[in-house]
């Protein structure tokens, strides 16, 4: 038999608010849970009400880390510094890798309806830090899907059984939008080493014996396969795993560099015009 990871523990998560007054759940990065190296950070948004959401987030920089933007329901308009424009709709992902700089805007372009969806920010290590803006758009049907007994599998990023995600990134890490049917079983063996957390985001589910429903972050101890039994009405489960990069993080707003020094350039570079040149 597997050895089977065991949870280490579980997060609620903190309600704040985001770029115009977007508000929404920080799932990680926050001060009970700082990161799950190598991830920063994970905004959970999830409202139907208009107000909370229309204003966006107008024209932001970023240095130093990738973010990965999903789409579940809604639809954002991004825009950015490079020249890149699309629109994400239901079931798409935008993969942008920030480097040494890009500054762009995500704003909804809908008044009515469920906004749903996350963004996730993973950290490079500082050989990346300083390469060139990348940006990815990849529409839902693009993305594999692997089902079987209750699961239904995205492959975002990275391998799973026979699919491979079309995102591509700096960093090995494997990124799953996990949908299961109502007491479905899953499990999955992730590699010996890595860091793993799973993003319960609709219903519940058992896991080490302990029921956890949603919205919650379950994060682990050890090494081994995750096993997960969804509760009555299924579950929806983001999961992200990747190999920590294990250096030294200097954080301020949009930028993650290794020193202050680093930090003290991008907020320089950002306001004399060339963070993004």
């Known amino acids: 038999m597997p050895n089977t990871r065991t949870i280490a523990n579980v997060y609620a998560g903190l309600p704040t608010t985001d770029g115009a007054g977007v508000k929404l759940t920080r799932m990680i990065g926050t001060p009970e849970l700082d990161q799950v190296d190598p991830f920063l950070m994970l905004d959970r948004m999830d409202t139907d009400d208009p107000d909370a959401y229309i204003a966006g ?35 798409d992902v935008q993969w942008m890798t920030a480097g040494r700089g890009i500054i762009h805007s995500e704003i909804p372009e809908m008044i009515e309806g469920r906004l749903r969806g996350f963004q996730l920010w993973v950290n490079l290590p500082a050989e ?12 839902a049907d693009q993305i594999p899907v692997v ?7 995205r492959v975002i990023r990275g391998t799973y059984e026979d699919a491979t995600g079309p995102a591509e990134s700096l960093m090995p890490v494997r990124i799953l939008d996990v949908n299961l049917d109502a007491q479905a079983g899953w499990s999955i063996a992730p590699e010996d080493g890595r860091n793993l957390f799973l993003c319960i985001h609709e219903g519940a589910v058992t896991c080490d014996s302990q029921e956890v429903a949603a919205p919650s972050i379950i994060t682990f101890d050890g090494n ?3 096993q997960v039994t969804a509760g009555d009405t299924g579950a929806s489960i983001l999961y992200c795993e990747g ?8 954080r301020y707003g949009p930028f993650v560099m290794n020193t202050h020094s680093e930090i003290r350039q991008a907020v320089d570079d950002y306001n004399s015009g060339k963070l993004a040149t």
């Not at 107008?58 to 424009?85: A, C, W, Y």
């Not at 089902?147 to 599998?153: A, H, I, K, L, M």
């Not at 190999?243 to 200097?250: G, K, S």
């Open 57 to 91: 987030f107008p024209d932001h920089p970023h240095r130093g880390f990738e973010t990965v933007s999903i789409m579940l329901e809604g639809q954002m308009r991004h825009k950015d510094s490079v020249g890149n424009e699309g629109l994400l709709k239901p079931g």
């Open 128 to 139: 990346h830090k300083m390469v060139a803006p990348k940006y990815q758009d990849i529409p």
């Open 147 to 153: 089902e079987n007994n209750g699961s239904s599998v």
């Open 224 to 226: 081994g396969d995750v």
């Open 243 to 250: 190999t920590a990069v294990n250096e030294p993080i200097a």
